[in-house]
């Protein structure tokens, strides 16, 4: 069974740092497209970041643009949300989510394109 496992929220002050680990079990994000999602409480699902299977043509959404980052190193066996500079706005379970199939760079935020998904963890940005 192909499953994802998100690591690393937990509370932070406002200004502060995360980096968030998605760790896949059952097989290698090598040949994977990557998307970062997240959920504030009463919002819709939301794509935060997003990235290509062979690693190219990172992609944030203007919230985050400059603070947030997504990479895939390690040959596929993990991929990392790095977050900085972080705004209670931020406040979300953060998702991440993974397809072997052909995703293009414009559509890659785009939920529908992802058919392997975390549990989620949980990130709370408060002072």
């Known amino acids: 069974q192909l499953q994802l496992v998100e690591s690393g929220g937990g509370l932070v002050q406002p200004g502060g740092s995360l980096r968030l680990s998605c760790t896949p079990y059952g097989f290698n994000l090598e040949t994977y497209a990557i998307g970062w999602f997240r959920q504030a409480p009463g919002k819709e699902r939301e794509a935060v970041a997003c990235?290509?299977?062979?690693?190219?043509?990172?992609k944030v959404i203007p919230s985050v643009e400059g603070r947030f980052s997504i990479d895939k190193p390690n040959h596929g066996t993990i991929a990392y949300l790095r977050m900085n500079d972080l705004k209670p706005d931020d406040t979300a379970v953060y998702y991440c989510?993974?397809?072997?199939?052909?995703?293009?760079?414009?559509?890659?935020?785009?939920?529908?394109?992802?058919?392997?998904w975390g549990q989620g963890t949980q990130v709370t940005v408060s002072s």
């Open positions: 990235l290509n299977a062979w690693g190219g043509f990172p």
């Open positions: 989510a993974a397809t072997r199939n052909y995703v293009d760079v414009r559509d890659c935020i785009m939920s529908s394109q992802y058919d392997i």
